[in-house]
C-alpha cells in the first residue's frame, strides 16, 4: 500500500551514490551520531557507565591505515593493557554457517601481538572500515572478543553482553546480511533510495509535486531484514543507545529520539510511523502506558512496565535462535535492565508480581513464527510453566493482578551458573489452587480441540491453545483456573456491556513422577461457567 504526500525537499538526499561505501553515506551517518551526542538529552541520559568496558576489544588504529605495523589489529585486554583510550563501538551480525577467524586458545598470542585486517570476514572488514572512517578506534566484535573454545568464558562474557551494548558509544548492525561473508558495504540500486516524485496535473493542483511512498518502508527494511530476525539481536538493538543499520538498500538510524534512514534522513514521517517504528524506545512510563491505552486500560506504572515487557517478548519470540539453549540467556540483558525498572524478581522470563497471569502465555495456532511446528527443545532449557520452554509463536499472558483464581505458595529457579537470568536447569512452582480432571477430544465438525472439565463439555465457546500440536488427546489431563476476567475488565477493554465475564486457565498433565507434579501442556478460555467448578475444591499441587 502506498500513501502521496506532499514533497519535501529538505528530505531528499541530493547526492546518493550507488554505493553504500560513499562520502555522502559516511557524512550523513556521522551527522546522525554527532546530533544524537550533542542534542539528544534522553539518550545521553540512558548511558550507565561512560568508564565501563567489556573484557576485551579489537584495535582497529586509524582511519587511512593501509599497510604497514600499524594497520595490523590487535586484541585489547582491559586486565592487561587498562582502559581504552576513548570510546568503542560495538558489531551486530548473522553468524549463519560462514567460516572465520575467531578467538581461540591456540591464536590467542597472535591475536594479541597482531593479526591483518584480511583474515577476517567482509562484514568484519567492512566494520573496521566504518569504525575507522568515523574516528573510532575501538570495536567489540562477539567471535573476536570472546573466546569461543571456553564454556567458562563464554558464559561469562555472555552475563554481561547487554552491558557491552549498552555502553558502546553506537552499534553497527550488517541489517540486509544473511551471514559474516555479505558485508556491510553493498552496491545499490540508488534509485530504491530516492523518493518517488510525481508533477500534479490536476486542475487545482496543476504543477504541484508529491512523493509516493510504501506503507510498509520500515517494516521492509527493518523489521523484515535478515539481521533483526536474529534473536540475540533484540537486545543487541534495543540496549545499544545508538544504531547504525546498514541495509540492502541504504543507511538507517536508530536511537532513543529519533528514527531516520536517507530517504528521510531527518525523521521518519508521522504517516509511516506505525507499531514497528520506535522500537527502542525503552521507557515505561511512556512506551508502556502506550501499550496498555492500546487494550483500553488505565495507566498503571507496574503494568506499564509489565506491559512493555511482553511486547519485547513478542519481538524476541518471533525471531530463530542457532542454538535453541540460548533462549533465556540470549535476553538476559534486557531482562537485567527491565529488573532495575521493576524492581522485581525475575522467573524464566516473567515477573513475581504478576506471574499468575503471566502464566497464560498461548502458542499460535501450534506453530513459530516461521511457520514450523511449534515444539519443546530437548535438551532441558525451562519449566513447562514459562513460554521459554518452547520454540513458538508465543503471544505473552496479559499482566494483571486482578481476579486472580490461585496462590503461588513458592517459586523456584535453579540457574546453571551465578547469572540468575541466565540459563537453567530446573524450575517449579507450589501452587495453591482449583485442580480439576479434565479431557481433550478432536470436534470433527470444526477441527478443532474442545476441552471437558469434570466431565462437563465445554464446547465450542472454550478455546483451547495447546503448546505442541504432537499432545496425546487422549490421556487424561487436569485444568487450573487461573484468572477470572469480570465486566469490569472487558468493559474497560472496549467490550461491549454485555460481554460475559470469562476464566483462563492452564492445562496440566501428570509428570508420573510423584502424585501431585504436573507439566502444563496448554492452556483455555472459557466464557464464564462457574459452576464446573464446583465439584472441585483447593489443593496444593506443583508444576515443573
Not at 500440536?469 to 472487558?490: A, N, Q, T, W
Request: hydrophobic share 35%; aromatic share 8%; with cysteine.
Amino acid at each position: 500500500m502506498f500513501i502521496v504526500q506532499p514533497r519535501d525537499d529538505s528530505e531528499r538526499l541530493q547526492n546518493i551514490n550507488a554505493s553504500l561505501d560513499s562520502g555522502p553515506c559516511f557524512t550523513l551517518a556521522a551527522g546522525w551520531l554527532a546530533d544524537c551526542i550533542a542534542k539528544h538529552s534522553e539518550c545521553n541520559s540512558s548511558v550507565s557507565d561512560r568508564n565501563w568496558f567489556p573484557t576485551r576489544l579489537i584495535d582497529v588504529g586509524s582511519y587511512g591505515l593501509e599497510s604497514g605495523s600499524e594497520a595490523l589489529l590487535r586484541l585489547h585486554i582491559l586486565s592487561d593493557h587498562g582502559p581504552p583510550k576513548g570510546p568503542y563501538m560495538t558489531l551486530s551480525h548473522c553468524w549463519e554457517s560462514a567460516k572465520f577467524m575467531r578467538l581461540m586458545q591456540p591464536n590467542l598470542d597472535r591475536m594479541k601481538t597482531g593479526f591483518a585486517v584480511e583474515d577476517l570476514p567482509k562484514t568484519f572488514r567492512d566494520a573496521v572500515y566504518i569504525v575507522r572512517r568515523l574516528g573510532i578506534r575501538y570495536l567489540w566484535i562477539d567471535s573476536l572478543c570472546i573466546q569461543q573454545d571456553s564454556v567458562e568464558d563464554w558464559e561469562h562474557e555472555a552475563a554481561m553482553m547487554g552491558d557491552v551494548y549498552e555502553n558502546a558509544l553506537c552499534n553497527i548492525a550488517a541489517t540486509g546480511s544473511s551471514n559474516s561473508d555479505e558485508g556491510c558495504l553493498r552496491d545499490r540500486e540508488n534509485l530504491l533510495v530516492r523518493p518517488c516524485i510525481i508533477t500534479s496535473n490536476w486542475e487545482r493542483l496543476q504543477g504541484k509535486t508529491y512523493s509516493i511512498v510504501d506503507l510498509n518502508f520500515w517494516k521492509a527494511n527493518m523489521t523484515g531484514a535478515p539481521l533483526n530476525r536474529r534473536a540475540w539481536v533484540v537486545q543487541e538493538r534495543l540496549l545499544a543507545l545508538r544504531v547504525l543499520h546498514f541495509g540492502r538498500t541504504q543507511l538507517l538510524w536508530e536511537c532513543h529520539e529519533l528514527d531516520a534512514c536517507e530517504t528521510f534522513p531527518r525523521g521518519i514521517p508521522s504517516d509511516l510511523a506505525d507499531m514497528y517504528t520506535r522500537f527502542k524506545n525503552m521507557d515505561p512510563a511512556d512506551n508502556g502506558r502506550r501499550l496498555r491505552s492500546a487494550y483500553g486500560t488505565d495507566p498503571d506504572p507496574v503494568l506499564d512496565a509489565h506491559q512493555l515487557w511482553c511486547k519485547i517478548v513478542k519481538a524476541y519470540m518471533a525471531c530463530d535462535l542457532s542454538h535453541h539453549e540460548d533462549k533465556l540467556i540470549a535476553l538476559s540483558g534486557l531482562a537485567k535492565k527491565m529488573q532495575v525498572i521493576l524492581k522485581d524478581e525475575y522467573f524464566a522470563g516473567m515477573w513475581g508480581t504478576v506471574l499468575p497471569s503471566q502464566l497464560l502465555w498461548t502458542v499460535s495456532a501450534c506453530q513459530q513464527a516461521n511457520g514450523r511446528p511449534s515444539c519443546r527443545p530437548i535438551p532441558y532449557r525451562a519449566p513447562s510453566w514459562s513460554w521459554a520452554s518452547v520454540d513458538g509463536d508465543i503471544y505473552p499472558g496479559e499482566s494483571s493482578r486482578e481476579g486472580i483464581m490461585i496462590t503461588i505458595l513458592n517459586s523456584e529457579i535453579i540457574p546453571v551458573n551465578s547469572n540468575l537470568t541466565g540459563r537453567i536447569k530446573g524450575g517449579s512452582l507450589l501452587i495453591q489452587g482449583t485442580l480439576c480432571a479434565g479431557q481433550l477430544y478432536l470436534a470433527m465438525s470444526s477441527n478443532s480441540v474442545h476441552l471437558v472439565v469434570n466431565k462437563q463439555d465445554l464446547g465450542p465457546e472454550c478455546r483451547v491453545s495447546l503448546d505442541v500440536d504432537s499432545e496425546d488427546l487422549k490421556e487424561e489431563v487436569h485444568c487450573l483456573p487461573i484468572h477470572f476476567r469480570g465486566p469490569s475488565f472487558y468493559r474497560d477493554a472496549g467490550y461491549p456491556e454485555d460481554f460475559s465475564p470469562s476464566i483462563l486457565g492452564l492445562i496440566l498433565r501428570s509428570a508420573r513422577t510423584k502424585n501431585g507434579i504436573f507439566r502444563r501442556i496448554g492452556s483455555y478460555w472459557q466464557q464464564s461457567v462457574l459452576d464446573v467448578y464446583e465439584t472441585s475444591s483447593q489443593c496444593h499441587l506443583t508444576i515443573i
